[in-house]
């Protein structure tokens, strides 16, 4: 059953990745996207880290996403209609080259690291208390560090929003 | 019969069949707490609502189909079914479809994690909370995609705000749970109100059930906080363009949301099942989801609509604070060695 679920959602999430590629429209792509994240959610699940599933969602799809779709939706608005104004890339044999040499490498990596006799690994869930105790505890710096630059990111974005408008005096048109 | 004996795999599938529909867990996410629970209880709602309104505002409200017109809502059910679906030339119908009918599975999704009794919860997660919290966070966007594919003016509006709304008042949202979270140690709903068997969690956290009432009405879209819908500016807002099945889907599924949130209420502020035994915890939880909705219903008939930037202000600036200073209070408890009266 549990490999049944595996195929189906892996089925979904290179299915959806690659509708997320290919979409003539963005809109589409960001929703093909949007799938393919809750289908990746879906096999952390499987994995048994449910925590990380739930963050993958809400983070990912629910922010990430968002934003996406915010920013096409200021970006290009052609009333609904599909817009087709990108020439066809002419550097595709260069992608093509490039999408080999690594699917080549990591072929490799696999073939020359991967044990001789393949164990499975020892399946373990990690329990959100301990999660949360180690996050505090053992990595509580890092993680102070990380929230100070994040609140500096904040902080700065503001105020460039601030200046920009200190600049225009509400008189004037664009 | 004979046919049954020449193929025993297909008895066996029956039986698994029978298994499956007869098993307690099918039956609880199709009877109790699960679907007919939530689409019963969106019809109520619906109804109560305009009775209430028609109360308030001195109107009399649906009268003629049933008692007290109960029956409105199947009629209305009928009759939207059976309604012409219209939409603009240039609308992106099956995007629409699409995002009508995920909305309606993400407002119903949370109720496999609410605890209606001590026996009746049909997922029982660890990390409850924060997979109810994910599942509302995927709301904005699916709003905004309706908003998008309609290709009308007010629909954009309307999705552009719900997103800015429900964006902002998130956050002030989930961080006056985490009080909470601090008190009890746990993300299991179930957990959260076992730990509220000697005082409900309204009382050492009325800050957080404040803040987290007033977001929740925003997060509903509800008056105050109607401004994605405001039928004076905006017709219907994200929902103009919807219209037949669509419509209904997309309306059911606010309401959806609507039971869920007052039924998330009930279980993290308000005790949840706990309550004197003379009535089963099941109804218990229902009633006072009910009691949550009445009161939602009355500030919608009683109070005007806020500005946006008030809106926003309230959000980012007067919420988001008054949850830090939930924080804040939270420790202050657990300080003074009070912490254990929530412990399970």
């Known amino acids: 059953m549990p490999d049944m679920i595996f195929l189906a959602l892996s089925a979904v999430v290179v299915a959806s990745a690659v509708f997320a590629l290919e979409a003539k429209e963005l809109i589409y792509g960001t929703i093909g996207l949007g799938v393919s994240l809750v289908g990746v959610a879906g096999l952390f699940m499987l994995l048994g880290a449910e925590y990380l599933a739930m963050f993958q969602v809400a983070v990912y799809v629910g922010a990430v996403v968002v934003l996406i779709l915010f920013t096409i939706m200021l970006v290009r608005r052609e009333s609904g209609r599909i817009v087709d104004e990108e020439e066809p890339a002419s550097f595709g044999s260069v992608g093509i080259y490039v999408a080999a040499l690594v699917a080549l490498a990591v072929a490799g990596a696999v073939i020359l690291l991967a044990p001789v006799s393949p164990v499975a690994p020892e399946f373990y869930q990690v329990q959100l208390q301990d999660l949360g105790r180690s996050l505090a505890a053992s990595y509580g710096v890092a993680l102070v560090i990380l929230g100070l630059v994040i609140g500096a990111a904040v902080v700065g974005g503001l105020t460039l929003v601030k200046i920009d408008r200190e600049e225009k005096p509400s008189g004037t048109t664009e | ?344």
Request: charge should be neutral.
């Open chain 2, 1 to 344: 019969m004979t046919q049954l004996q020449v193929l025993p795999g297909l008895q066996e599938m029956v039986d698994s069949l029978v298994k499956i529909v007869t098993s307690r867990t099918f039956l609880e996410i199709v009877i109790f707490p699960g679907l007919l629970n939530v689409l019963l209880s969106v019809a109520f709602l619906t109804w109560l609502e305009r009775k209430i309104i028609a109360r308030v505002q001195l109107r009399i409200g649906p009268l003629y189909a049933g008692i007290w017109g109960v029956l409105q809502p199947i009629a209305d059910f009928v009759k939207l079914l059976f309604k012409e679906m219209i939409s603009p030339e240039l609308a992106d119908v099956k995007l629409l479809m699409l995002c009508a009918l995920g909305l309606m599975m993400l407002a119903a999704a949370p109720i496999v994690t609410i605890p209606f009794g001590e026996a009746f919860v049909i997922a029982n997660m660890d990390i409850g909370l924060i997979f109810v919290f994910a599942v509302m966070s995927l709301f904005p966007s699916v709003l905004l995609l309706i908003g998008w594919g309609s290709n009308s003016k007010y629909s954009f509006l309307g999705g552009l705000r719900s997103l800015f709304q429900q964006v902002a008042y998130e956050i002030p949202m989930w961080l006056s749970v985490l009080g909470i979270v601090m008190l009890t140690g746990t993300l299991n709903l179930a957990e959260i109100v076992r730990a509220q068997q000697k005082v409900w969690f309204v009382i050492p956290q009325v800050l957080g059930f404040a803040v987290f009432f007033t977001a929740a009405l925003a997060e509903l879209e509800r008056t105050p906080f109607d401004l994605p819908e405001a039928e004076t500016e905006l017709v219907m807002g994200w929902m103009t363009e919807l219209s037949g099945a669509a419509f209904m889907v997309g309306f059911m599924a606010m309401y959806t949301k609507f039971y869920v949130m007052s039924a998330l209420i009930t279980t993290l502020f308000l005790g949840g099942w706990l309550g004197p035994a003379i009535i089963p915890e099941p109804i218990w939880v229902v009633l006072k989801t009910f009691l949550v909705a009445v009161v939602i219903v009355t500030i919608r008939g009683t109070f005007p609509r806020v500005r946006v930037d008030i809106l926003l202000r309230t959000g980012w600036m007067r919420l988001l604070l008054l949850a830090l200073v939930n924080i804040v209070v939270t420790v202050i408890l657990i300080w003074l060695g009070l912490g254990w009266v929530w412990r399970v």
